[in-house]
Nanobody, 125 residues
Framework: QVQLVESGGGLVQAGGSLRLSCALS????????MGWFRQAPGKEREFVAA????????TYADSVKGRFTISRDNAKNTLNLQMNSLKPEDTAVYYC??????????????????WGQGTQVTVSS
């Protein structure tokens, strides 16, 4: 059974940075392409970024492009999200997700098979 555990969330001022990490256990990390999603109060879960099995094929939501960077360390079974120039509208619970799908990493919630429990990111103005 795949387990995903996020870490690194917290409170930061606008313009600051945070780095989220997600550890996968239970199955080989390289079986999955990985994604980050977020959900703000009263809103639907939305795509943030995704990355292919070997670290290529990265894709980003327009709202975070140029500010966030997704990466993976296959030796450590870890997914990362470096978030710079944070804005109050980035405030949300951030979830990592794993997909056993094929082709390009999905940008859809339904394209993922496993989810972490989420980590809160709060950006103050």
């Amino acid at each position: 059974q795949v387990q995903l555990v996020e870490s690194g969330g917290g409170l930061v001022q606008a313009g600051g940075s945070l780095r989220l990490s997600c550890a996968l256990s239970g199955r080989p990390f390289t079986w999955y392409f990985m994604g980050w999603f977020r959900q703000a109060p009263g809103k639907e879960r939305e795509f943030v970024a995704a990355i292919g099995w070997r670290g290529g094929s990265s894709t980003y939501a327009d709202s975070v492009k140029g500010r966030f960077t997704i990466s993976r360390d296959n030796a450590k079974n870890t997914l990362n999200l470096q978030m710079n120039s944070l804005k109050p509208e980035d405030t949300a619970v951030y979830y990592c997700a794993a997909s056993a799908g094929t082709g390009r990493p999905s940008v859809e919630v339904g394209g993922y098979d496993y989810w972490g429990q989420g980590t809160q990111v709060t950006v103050s103005s």
